[in-house]
């Protein structure tokens, strides 16, 4: 990806392991043309991942009216959580936590904010599709292979705490396809699962009507009949769900015990993320080859749709969609999306390029103080 690879706006600043690389299929960017002010107006970037291409891309409205994008390899990177000072990332054997290297206030060079790599969680090739960090800073995470929500507390690749009432034993089949879950109040709360399946990949054949969301406070099932629903969040005292096999985004009237449909996006629906009256939802083209017979199909073809890969940001109180970004070329799926509070030029520091040896951020100094000894 270049700085030719983005429209909408004037002398974007683009910084990455793609920059300068030669691509055969590089991925392009497009935005509408009051996304940027928006981010800007908010004082937000967003970030989102593409497992496929093994992407995890950064985009700000800058510092001078110049959107900037920050864009790193990770082999299949998958979930994004934001905390008040960093983020966290899933790949394929490992959680990786970042976090702002700056000062409040300061910016080096072009960036007010920068993402250094500060520890990893070895899982292996566990699956890991969400992670949440609990009131009690516990990093936890959904371990689809193994069919449980787990704790990396560093005493295993993962400490299994809670699994579907349906599900045996943990074993390493991937049996419902448990995506997803949120918390309220600091606590687990909601997971989704695509099927009540006990058996290895029986889920597969339930794509289309298995799907369910559940409490797992007390294992009830709060919606169910969903085509694989996907990344269940709690927002402002709603608990919102992707069904990403039909392309809605809606919410779950947890009384009634029903998806609400809200809004209808051509896509397959993956990562949701809010602020404030909106919410940030990632589409990705469908993969025929695995994901045929959807009702998504069936919705694209009625509406005269084609199927998009890209970022929507849609206001809840009216469901208008006020700003998108569109992606195309080399990137056709979305996993996931986070809002950055507080930053509009972050940068994304990787493993790949220069900066991981020569950025160094110093923490605060003891050096001065006595030692205390063991025995005072």
Same mark, same amino acid.
């Given at each position: 990806m270049g700085e030719s690879d983005l429209t909408g706006g004037r002398g974007p600043i683009v910084a990455g392991d793609g920059v300068g690389v030669k691509d055969d299929n590089p991925f392009h960017i497009t935005?509408?043309?009051?996304?940027?002010?928006?981010?800007?107006?908010?004082?937000?970037?967003? +970030?989102?991942?593409t497992y496929t291409a093994g992407k995890t891309v950064l985009i700000g409205p800058g510092l001078?009216?110049?959107?900037?994008?920050?864009?790193?390899?990770?082999?299949? +990177?998958?979930?994004?959580? +934001?905390?008040?000072?960093?983020?966290?990332?899933?790949?394929?054997?490992?959680?990786?936590?970042?976090?702002?290297?700056?000062?409040p206030g300061c910016r080096l060079g072009n960036w007010d904010s920068i993402y250094m790599p500060r520890r990893s969680d070895v899982t292996g090739g566990v699956d890991i599709h969400d992670v949440q960090v609990d009131r009690d800073g516990r990093l936890l995470v959904a371990v689809t292979l193994y069919n449980c929500l787990a704790e990396l507390d560093g005493r295993g690749s993962f400490s299994p705490l809670w699994r579907p009432a349906f599900i045996s034993e943990i074993t390493n089949e991937d049996r419902c396809h448990f995506n997803g879950f949120c918390l309220e109040n600091g606590e687990p709360a909601y997971a989704s699962v695509v099927a009540a399946s006990n058996v290895a990949d029986g889920w597969r054949t339930r794509r289309a009507d298995g799907g369910m969301v559940i409490d797992m406070r007390d294992d009830s099932v709060v919606a169910s009949g969903l085509s694989m629903p996907h990344t269940p969040r709690m927002h402002q005292g709603e608990?919102?769900?992707?069904?990403?096999?039909?392309?809605?985004?809606?919410?779950?009237?947890?009384?009634?015990?029903?998806?609400?449909?809200?809004?209808?996006?051509?896509?397959?629906?993956?990562?949701?993320?809010?602020? @404030?009256?909106?919410?940030?939802?990632?589409?990705?083209?469908?993969?025929?080859?695995?994901?045929? @017979?959807?009702?998504?199909?069936?919705?694209? +073809?009625?509406?005269?749709?084609?199927?998009?890969?890209?970022?929507?940001?849609?206001?809840?109180?009216? @469901?208008?969609?006020?700003?998108t970004l569109t992606i195309t070329g080399g990137v056709e799926e979305i996993y996931d999306t986070a809002v950055l509070a507080g930053t509009r030029q972050p940068l994304l520091v990787g493993l790949e390029g220069e900066?991981?040896?020569?950025?160094?951020?110093?923490?605060?100094?003891?050096?001065?103080?006595?030692?205390r000894l063991a025995a005072e």
């Open positions: 935005y509408s043309g009051q996304f940027a002010p928006w981010m800007a107006h908010n004082g937000i970037s967003l +970030a989102f991942t001078d009216g110049n959107i900037a994008v920050s864009e790193r390899n990770f082999g299949r +990177a998958m979930a994004l959580r +934001a905390t008040g000072s960093g983020l966290y990332l899933s790949t394929e054997h490992q959680v990786w936590r970042f976090e702002n290297g700056l000062e608990l919102y769900v992707l069904e990403a096999g039909s392309g809605w985004f809606g919410r779950i009237d947890r009384q009634a015990r029903r998806f609400e449909r809200l809004k209808w996006l051509p896509g397959f629906l993956r990562g949701l993320c809010f602020h @404030g009256d909106y919410a940030v939802i990632g589409l990705s083209k469908p993969r025929n080859h695995i994901f045929s @017979g959807l009702p998504l199909d069936g919705e694209l +073809a009625r509406r005269g749709r084609e199927p998009e890969c890209a970022v929507y940001v849609m206001r809840l109180s009216d @469901g208008e969609i006020c700003h900066e991981i040896s020569r950025f160094i951020a110093v923490g605060p100094d003891r050096s001065g103080e006595r030692p």
